[in-house]
């Protein structure tokens, strides 16, 4: 079965750090562009970052960009989102997609929640 | 506030044709494509359409979508309960070098 399965979300004290990732089975995910995209409580859906197949072409959201940082170890099939000087509005569940130049988030992980509170 | 103007709410009986709007710019949908999302809480999100009318394998032909200008549409024929869900609109935006989406549209099977 093709899916994407996060994990490493928590619980954070405002100012810290946490790695993200997000797991492939099912298909080859250094064939696919990954994007991050989170939902704050009661929100909407915000796109957070995109990494192409091998690392050259990243691209950030204002507002995490310099604090966020996403990367891929395609042997892992795993791509990560690494997150500091986390902020209270970090605080959402995160989801990874994947994409090709054909088709954008086909598919998407369940989410891992990130909750930045004192 | 979200780039891509979407309305709150929708909602319809079943058999129903549900129509959700998507108003961005020529920044965004105006010169990329729309594409729209199914959020079912608790589950993965699901895309529906892409490319503004193309349909992934497995999602069924009762979903619809369509764009002009720098708006799109997505349209569900024969609402069904299991349809209640909220749907996001999302595309390229040129300026802002990002991807955007709409705040959501709540869908409610009455």
């Known amino acids: 079965e093709v899916q994407l399965v996060e994990s490493g979300g928590g619980l954070i004290q405002p100012g810290g750090s946490l790695r993200l990732s997000c797991a492939a089975s099912?298909?080859?995910?250094?064939?696919?562009?990954v994007h991050w995209v989170r939902q704050a409580p009661g929100k909407g859906l915000v796109w957070v970052s995109r990494?192409?197949?091998?690392?050259?072409?990243?691209i950030y959201a204002d507002s995490v960009r310099g604090r966020f940082t996403i990367s891929r170890d395609n042997a892992k099939n795993t791509v990560f989102l690494q997150m500091s000087s986390l902020r209270a509005d970090d605080t959402a569940v995160y989801y990874c997609a994947r994409s090709t130049l054909l088709i954008s988030m086909d598919v998407w992980g369940q989410g891992t929640t990130v909750t930045v509170s004192s | 506030q979200s780039v891509l103007t979407q309305p709150p709410s929708a909602s319809g009986t079943p058999g129903q044709r549900v129509t959700i709007s998507c108003s961005g710019s020529n920044d965004n949908i105006g010169s990329s494509y729309v594409y729209w999302f199914q959020l079912v809480p608790g589950t993965a999100p699901k895309l529906l359409i892409y490319k503004n009318n193309q349909r992934p394998s497995g999602v069924p032909d009762r979903f619809s979508g369509s764009k002009s200008g720098t708006s799109g549409s997505l349209a569900i024929s024969g609402l069904r309960s299991e349809d209640e869900a909220d749907y996001y609109c999302a595309s390229w935006n040129d300026k802002l070098s990002s991807w955007v989406f709409g705040g959501g549209t709540k869908v409610t099977v009455l």
């Open positions: 099912g298909f080859t995910l250094s064939n696919y562009w």
């Open positions: 990494i192409n197949t091998d690392g050259s072409n990243i």
